[in-house]
């Protein structure tokens, strides 16, 4: 079986929004609010776990930049930022992308426990007594 290419090593021009030497960031295709956002290192690499130390920080810069724009741009009120690193964890693209996803006020009934909600029933650890 042919794995198919993939997505991010081949995006055009016209979707990258900045770049530094190691690393890219451009809108997600499927965003989840406005200015949803995607890091990612030129390099194909799956995981955050294989960068090297300069790409870290070329992601990390990067990040920076991207949030200043968004912000700057929609005015969110927070912001949640997450890897997904294996099918395990919902990783779906196998090219390692750091989310930048900006929230509103309003935008969830209940945003409290933030990225612990993929497993609901353990996101509000602060009504659970101990």
């Not at 612990?116 to 101990?130: D, G, H, L, N, S």
């Amino acid at each position: 079986m042919v794995n198919p290419p993939c997505p991010f090593c081949s995006l055009p021009p016209d979707r990258i929004l900045g770049e530094n030497d190691k690393a890219l960031w451009f809108q997600d295709g499927f965003p989840v609010s406005p200015g949803h956002s995607l890091v990612i290192p030129k390099r194909h690499v799956e995981s955050f776990f294989d960068t090297t130390t300069d790409e870290r920080l070329a992601l990390l810069a990067l990040l920076d930049q991207a949030k200043k724009t968004v912000q700057q741009g929609n005015a969110p009120d927070g912001f949640n930022i997450g890897v997904n690193v294996g099918a395990a964890a919902g990783q779906t693209v196998p090219h390692l992308h750091i989310h930048l996803i900006p929230r509103y006020l309003g935008d969830q009934e209940d945003p409290r426990g933030g990225v612990r909600k993929i497993f609901p029933e353990k996101a509000e650890y602060w009504v659970t007594p101990k």
